[in-house]
């Protein structure tokens, strides 16, 4: 199994542009996550899906930050216009079923100028 | 194992040591518990976890403690190497989805 699935895996842009993180969760799993990850916040959660439905994005900072998951297979997070508040690394870890250990992939980092 | 901004705890120990790090979790109502350990540049890798009808379970070379009664948890790494020097993190889980603490970093010197 290759595991959990991100791209791109650094990307540097500047401050209102668009920016689309992309993941593969791994194959079976029905629930997916996305984090950033910062010194300051530590690990956060944004949003979570099961079954490929979106169930909590409490977590979102605000209407800038979306997040869809139109098959199983795939899911992406999206900045629009991105800041450079934003610069963290982004992770998406995926799970078999809801409460149980989630598998990480190898994060984002994503810079903003 | 709880930090507030850019310091995170630090535990230093020796090659061959024996490593206890621990975690407060806040929610009385959790009852699943996982420790992660995150290498420099790469994503948390689940290492051991444990549900709250236990309070200890074995892995190779690691054991998690639960002590549901002050909420602590606590992970030991036996015969620790220099390959364990990381960020580890608990998380726990209550209703829905994992709460992750803050992080402890280990050091192994050989």
């Known amino acids: 199994d290759a595991g959990v699935i991100q791209s791109p895996r650094h990307e540097v842009t500047e401050m209102g542009q668009e920016v689309t993180l992309r993941c593969k969760p791994i194959?079976?799993?029905?629930?997916l996550f996305w984090y950033r990850q910062t010194m300051m916040r530590g690990l956060e959660l944004l949003i979570y899906?099961?079954?490929?439905?979106?169930?909590?994005d409490s977590g979102m900072p605000e209407d800038r930050f979306s997040a869809k998951m139109p098959n199983a297979s795939f899911s992406t997070l999206k900045i629009q216009p991105s800041e450079p508040r934003d610069s963290a690394v982004y992770f998406c870890?995926?799970?078999?079923?809801?409460?149980?250990?989630?598998?990480f992939g190898p994060g984002t980092r994503l810079t903003v100028t | 194992g709880e930090s507030v901004g850019l310091h995170l705890p630090t535990l230093s120990v020796q090659e061959g040591d024996n490593s206890i790090i621990n975690c407060a979790y806040s929610?009385?109502?959790?009852?699943?518990f996982i420790w992660y350990k995150q290498e420099s540049g790469k994503g948390p890798q689940f290492i051991i976890d444990?549900?709250?009808?236990?309070d200890k379970r074995q892995g190779q070379r690691v054991t998690v403690l639960l002590n549901k009664t002050v909420k602590h948890l606590s992970l030991q790494i036996a015969a620790t190497q220099p390959g364990d020097s990381a960020v580890y993190f608990c998380?726990?889980?209550?209703?829905?989805?994992?709460?992750f603490g803050k992080g402890t970093m280990l050091l192994v010197s050989p």
């Open positions: 998380a726990e889980t209550g209703y829905s989805t994992l709460t």
């Open positions: 929610n009385s109502a959790s009852d699943y």
């Open positions: 870890a995926s799970s078999p079923r809801d409460r149980t250990e989630q598998y």
């Open positions: 444990i549900r709250s009808n236990m």
């Open positions: 899906f099961n079954n490929n439905v979106p169930i909590d």
């Open positions: 194959s079976g799993h029905n629930s």
